[in-house]
T-cell receptor
Framework: AQKITQTQPGMFVQEKEAVTLDCTYDTSDPSYGLFWYKQPSSGEMIFLIY??????QNATEGRYSLNFQKARKSANLVISASQLGDSAMYFCAMREDAFSSGSARQLTFGSGTQLTVLP | DAGVTQSPTHLIKTRGQQVTLRCSPISGHKSVSWYQQVLGQGPQFIFQYYEKEERGRGNFPDRFSARQFPNYSSELNVNALLLGDSALYLC?????????????FGPGTRLTVT
């Protein structure tokens, strides 16, 4: 089974509107972290937001918020007031603390969602 | 402060050749991870090093190897290149503390195997 599933290969949003990018995950590890990264065409992965499995509140970072629904194993990214510069590939990723190889704490990524912001 | 740096930016190699990619972590970061990102896919974990020791290895063949130097910089080596090794290779650094979770990625090295 896929550990991280992003079902939206592409999304379009009007400038200044909000958009939700979907992410579901699969793990039996009780301790894990969920991440969202933005990857512009230049290739660099830019960290956006983090949610720990034991965090009681949804994470927020400026215009980014993470809608964490633990029972549904979903960690959707909400971008408010979209800007043209938000056009990029967005990746959801998970770190499983107990099941990581050794103590590597590596990230497992989804296949990404290409977001295009329209003027 | 400088971010994670990688060299070279682009590289073209022929099948069967060997390649070495380099990564310098953020100053003070002791952990370096390598990821391979094939076009149209998410990155896949290759290796992690912490304090010069291998701490984890992904599902990659033995043609892939890496090491970390005393200054925490790292090299990824790939031998006997295949066409399927063409990808963006990303390096990420973390300070390695138990409560640190954020990995900072470099701009990547784009490898083309012909």
């Amino acid at each position: 089974a896929q550990k991280i599933t992003q079902t939206q290969p592409g999304m379009f949003v009007q400038e200044k509107e909000a958009v939700t990018l979907d992410c579901t995950y699969d793990t039996s590890d009780p301790s894990y972290g969920l991440f969202w990264y933005k990857q512009p065409s230049s290739g660099e992965m830019i960290f956006l937001i983090y949610q720990g499995s034991y965090d009681q509140q949804n994470a927020t970072e400026g215009r980014y918020s993470l809608n964490f629904q633990k029972a549904r194993k979903s960690a959707n990214l909400v971008i408010s007031a979209s800007q043209l510069g938000d056009s990029a590939m967005y990746f959801c990723a998970m770190r499983e603390d107990a099941f990581s190889s050794g103590s590597a704490r590596q990230l497992t990524f989804g296949s990404g969602t290409q977001l295009t912001v329209l003027p | 402060d400088a971010g994670v740096t990688q060299s070279p930016t682009h590289l073209i190699k022929t099948r069967g050749q060997q390649v070495t990619l380099r990564c310098s972590p953020i100053s003070g970061h002791k952990s370096v991870s390598w990821y391979q990102q094939v076009l149209g896919q998410g990155p896949q974990f290759i290796f992690q090093y912490y304090e010069k020791e291998e701490r984890g290895r992904g599902n990659f063949p033995d043609r892939f190897s890496a090491r970390q130097f005393p200054n925490y910089s790292s090299e990824l080596n790939v031998n006997a290149l295949l066409l399927g090794d063409s990808a963006l290779y990303l390096c990420a650094s973390r300070d390695g503390g138990h409560f640190s979770y954020e990995q900072y990625f470099g701009p990547g090295t784009r490898l083309t195997v012909t």
